[in-house]
């Protein structure tokens, strides 16, 4: 039997960051047990806050809505690149160079695989450090260019991978014109964002499920995102 991880953070206003110009995140009780005999709050916010998976459509006009894409897409094998040590500098670019050395540690990516960047960066939620502050404001660590051509170039993404990371998204934060978001979603490539408890998330062996509401013409949407571990399988660092 699979061991299952949980790699989202819990949702709530008081200490979900915002990306900077998203809408604000708002629950509201409309109805308790004591007045109506039952619990229920209206929940109001983007559908790339918090954890949250996005998909084609989010930066290609003619790419494929949430409720386009097949199962198949939302459940995928995961590799995880840890580069915490390189992310104390907040605009850094994980290089082709990174992405080799996990191979020679850990073999080849296998083809139509989440790509998991671990930069630390879900241990600073709920915290100003996040988000950033003055001149750190929005400057997270992310993909390069070039690491995302090689990717693709070499077939290790195919068309049904993701890029995943614990940060706002797959962009060097300082980087205002997604580059690396548009070459992403093309086909049925997908993103995975503001991960959560990666630590809990092995180099290799594992796959991610990602679960939520579909959306219709959605652009992906805030989800629970599951990491299934073979029982022999654990995280390392």
Known sequence: MDTVVNLSHVHDPATTPLYPGDPEFRLETVATV???GYYLR???QGEHTGTHWGAPIHFDPQGLAADRLDPGDLFLPAVKI????????????ITVADLRRWEHDHGRIPAGAAVVAWT????????PEFAGAGAAAGRQPGFSVAAVEWLLGTGRLG???ALGIDTFGPDVGADDGYAVSKLLYREHRISLECLANLAALPSTGA???VGGPLYRDGSGGPATIFALLPVSSSATA
């Open 120 to 127: 630390g960066w879900d241990g600073k939620w709920g915290t």
């Open 207 to 209: 796959r991610i499920l």
């Open 82 to 93: 840890d580069v915490r040590d390189r992310c104390a500098d907040r605009d850094y670019a």
């Open 42 to 44: 209206y929940i109001r």
């Open 159 to 161: 068309r049904r991978g």
């Open 34 to 36: 004591a007045a109506d």
